[in-house]
Every structure is written in structure tokens, then in C-alpha cells.
Nanobody, 124 residues
Framework: QVTLVESGGGLVQAGESLTLSCAAS????????VAWFRQAPGKKREIVAA????????NYADSVKGRFTISRVNTKNMVYLQMNSLKPDDTAVYYC?????????????????WGQGTQVTVSS
């Protein structure tokens, strides 16, 4: 079981940067793969970025490749999403999600534990 709390959302202008943080409470956080999802109004939730248990491997949605970077610090039970060159289309509620894993793969599918979300709004 893991509890996730996101922070760092806000209102920025197009082209600016923002870093989201996800604090996890888990005795064995290094056994969890983690991902960031987002959901814009009227749209389905989509995965944005994912990272494996150790932080050695990552994967990104095409829409954010080259602009977003996911990272983690297991000793602090933290996961981050650095977002650069933000666009109005990035406006959404961003969620941190975790999945207990038994291998070092990056998971780009279903996750089991979710945070409450943080709003990111990018103005043009």
C-alpha cells in the first residue's frame, strides 16, 4: 500500500516551466514503478511519463517527449516531473500513480495507487 501526494501545480504562461512533486509513503518505495498521468476537461486520462523502480529507465508520451522529464529519489520517497516549454494543451489535472512491481520494466499501462491530483494551467 502506498499513499501519494502531488504538489507544485499552478498557473504559468506558455513557454514557461513547472516542476511537479509526488511524495510517497511506502516502506518499500523502491519496489514501485511510478507514472504521471493527466486529464484535461472533457478528455480521457492519459499517461504522460513513467519511470521504473530504480529510476534507470523512463518512457514518455509523444506529446511531451523532449519537454518533460520524470525522475525519482528513492531515499526521499519522491518522484518529480520537470515540465519545460509548456503549451496551453498541457493544461490538465496531473496525477501521480504507483504500481508494485517485481521487475525493472517501465510500465505504461494500468496503475493501482493514485494521488489526488494537482492542477496545471498554461495560458497563451
Amino acid at each position: 500500500q502506498v499513499t501519494l501526494v502531488e504538489s507544485g501545480g499552478g498557473l504559468v504562461q506558455a513557454g514557461e516551466s513547472l516542476t511537479l512533486s509526488c511524495a510517497a509513503s511506502a516502506l518499500t518505495f523502491s519496489s514501485y514503478a511510478v507514472a504521471w498521468f493527466r486529464q484535461a476537461p472533457g478528455k480521457k486520462r492519459e499517461i504522460v511519463a513513467a519511470i521504473n523502480w530504480s529510476g534507470s529507465d523512463t518512457n514518455y508520451a509523444d506529446s511531451v517527449k523532449g519537454r518533460f522529464t520524470i525522475s525519482r529519489v528513492n531515499t526521499k520517497n519522491m518522484v518529480y516531473l520537470q515540465m519545460n516549454s509548456l503549451k496551453p494543451d498541457d493544461t490538465a489535472v496531473y496525477y501521480c500513480a504507483a504500481k508494485y512491481v517485481y521487475d525493472s520494466r517501465v510500465y505504461f499501462g494500468k496503475y493501482d495507487f493514485w494521488g489526488q491530483g494537482t492542477q496545471v494551467t498554461v495560458s497563451s
